[in-house]
Structure formats: C-alpha cells, structure tokens
C-alpha cells in the first residue's frame, strides 16, 4: 500500500507559477498511475492532469490544458505538477493519488490512494 506526501502549495500572485510535489512511500511509484486532483470550497473534487505508470502518457483537464504539466521521477519516487500562469480560479487545495489507470477523463472513483492535500491560493 503507497502513503502519498503532497507539498510545494503557497500563495502566488496571479500569473505566477508553482510545482508541487508527491512522495511516494511504502510501494514503487511506478506501480501506479499518478493524478491531480483540486477541490475549490463548496465545489466538487475535480481531475487535473494524470500521467501513467511508465510510459509518460500524460491526461489533462481543459481548463489546465497548456499551463500546467504532470511529470514523475520513479527513481525519487515522486511525481510532480508544474503550474505555470496561475489564475484565480486555480486557487483549491490541491491533492494526488495513485490508481491503475491514467485516463482521458480523470474520475476520483478510478483512484484508490490519496495524500492529505496542499492548499494553493492565488491572489494579490
């Protein structure tokens, strides 16, 4: 069973950038496939990107799409999300988890582990 770390979340100005960063523990990263998921206050968890076990497939929402990418380092045991141009609305907190599959729609049924979270706030 795999214990997900998120962390890198802050607060960043609008059009600023940020990484955040999942370690992997108790299993091998790349036995799962990896994904973002954010959760705005009073919205429903909503799929941000994901990215497969070994084969660098990468998935994203449309509302990301060009702004933030997904990446993995098996070997460090952590995956990662790159947030470039960061909007308002990005502003959620921000959670990963590990399942067997990393599709075009990103569903948080399809995921059986998940980390605590990290909040991302993007203001002035």
């Known amino acids: 069973q795999v214990q997900l770390v998120e962390s890198g979340g802050g607060l960043v100005q609008p059009g600023g950038s940020l990484r955040l960063s999942c370690a992997a523990s108790?299993?091998?990263?790349?036995?799962?496939?990896i994904a973002w998921f954010r959760q705005a206050p009073g919205k429903e968890r909503e799929g941000v990107a994901c990215i497969g076990k070994t084969d660098g497939t990468t998935n994203y929402a449309d509302s990301v799409k060009g702004r933030f990418t997904i990446s993995r380092d098996n070997a460090k045991n952590t995956a990662y999300l790159q947030m470039n141009s960061l909007k308002r609305e990005d502003t959620a907190i921000y959670y990963c988890?590990?399942?067997?599959?990393?599709?075009?729609?990103?569903?948080?049924?399809?995921?059986?582990?998940w980390g605590q979270g990290t909040q991302v706030t993007v203001s002035t």
């Open positions: 108790g299993s091998r990263l790349d036995y799962y496939a």
């Open positions: 988890a590990a399942g067997p599959i990393a599709p075009k729609t990103i569903l948080v049924h399809l995921y059986d582990y």
